[in-house]
């Protein structure tokens, strides 16, 4: 069945960039959409591997070793000092910015982007991720740090921000029935640019590096370019749905169902975000991704703390071991971070597809349940000296990590209609922003203060384990009082018509629906769109598997 609306004819024809522009014509493979939005996903998930830069840039100048800044040079006079290298710690504030700008910049441009449409956002954010690179490069060339946190960790994390949530509201508008499934795929490339983007980086440093260079800006000049051409065909080949579509035959879940967690009506961003249901989601994300993203930051020394010489088949403590043996067990560790990358991946990919069958609530409910049944088991399981359960763990935890942020957008969705999602879900990765400082600092300074208070190197995880048992509780209890949205809050008729007339949403009249089956002949097209970002994905996931073999051996 395909049923088509007549419209008016156009005063004009519309920009090239508007989202008039890109509104799909009957026959259109919705399939095309989902590499698009992975295309982008891929170019700024390296913000997840800009660590393999540190240590290269710490010795910029001196190749070999660092040159060291005078003891009484202060932290200001760093960020414009060319006489001395730059330590890590001044390094890592890039990866700070860069996710505090990616929270900013989706919560205030988010308004903007369902007006000007994704392929605006996506070209601005590409615009902003590589030339943040290419400011970057400038800053290494010159030796000057306050370029590099300008450039990629301010303006990148601006490009980071729109390019994270430009295809959301899309991609749910064109998969109403797969709405998990859907955002999975696209939030799954962030995951694993970092699986990409950092041998990449590794292979260009190899190859600009000589006796005089590091190469580093060379790779970030290199980078941009690559992530530029990437970035930029995803975002020409977005497409979005006329108003009213869905696929042929489809019925709303509500309506055959009688779900009352998922609405056909809509919520207006200003309205949403101060609802006691948004707040609950803003806490529930929060809580999930600050016990995770801790984790991750302390994956390596935490393997090699817990088990130390057991992972080398003897009874040594940490302290207890030589070079040789704390550089074999830096190696497993490594391989232990590479598995839980592929890990949080899969997670994205899985937790949010398994959420369109058991809803998005219960897919929270599972995430809290089997998070506090894991962190207050996985002291035990360190302390039996159980490296396997010990690692399956972590493994599951770092997937319903990954899980957390793939299937938020459609949970969004559900409860506050689709029209304005990817603003609701800028403003929701605040949430991120906050998790970001809470989650590494909560873990590093509770270790810390375990060690000071004479607490064994094996055991100082214990009490921040538990701790972030008890986060997962928390979050336990918001989800379980999430509650369907109230009806004062749903725009009316009128003012989702004129909302959809500032959007430029065209294609309907709000009474019709608007169905169709992909073109036969534009198989060979999706086919390649996907081989596109596949193999690179593919490619990474290799390398990475790769690093994690050590682990069994």
Known sequence: MTSTVTTGAPASTPSFLSKERIIARPGFNRWLVP??????????????GFSVFWLPLSQALGITAPVACAADMGFVARLFSAECDWPISMLSWIYTLFFVFLGCSAAVLGGWLEHAGPRKAGLVSALCWCGGMLISAIGVKTHQLWLMWLGSGVIGGIGLGLGYISPVSTLIKWFPDKRGMAT???????????????????ALMGHFGNAQEVGVWQSFVAMAAIYFVFMTAGALAYRVPPTGWKPEGWTAPLKKAGNTMVTDRHVHVSVAWKTPQFAL????????VSAGIGIIGMASP????????????NE???????????????AIAAGFTGLLSLFNI?????????????????TYFAFFALGVGLYSLVPNMGHLGNVALFVAAFCIILSMYGGGFATVPAYLADLFGTQMVGAI???????WAAAGVLGPVLITYLRESQLAAGVERAAAYDMTLYILAGLLVLGFICNMLVRPVADKHFMSDAELAAERALSHDKGADGARSLEWKAAPGSLPLVLLAWAVVVVPLAWGVWITLQKTAVLFH
């Open 35 to 48: 590499p698009a939005a992975l295309a982008i996903h891929l170019c700024i998930g390296m913000a997840y």
């Open 281 to 288: 989601i803003w806490l529930v994300l929060c809580l999930n």
């Open 316 to 330: 040594l403590t940490f302290s207890e071991l030589n070079a040789a043996q704390l550089a074999q067990i830096a």
């Open 184 to 202: 999975g795929m696209a939030i799954m490339g962030f995951g694993g640019g970092a699986m990409v983007g950092a041998p990449l980086a590794t």
């Open 346 to 362: 899969g997670g994205r990919f899985f937790w949010a597809s398994f959420s369109d069958y058991i809803g998005r609530k219960n």
């Open 302 to 313: 935490l393997l090699q703390e817990v088990f130390a010489g057991k992972l080398l088949g």
């Open 425 to 431: 879900h800028g403003r929701l990765l605040t949430a």
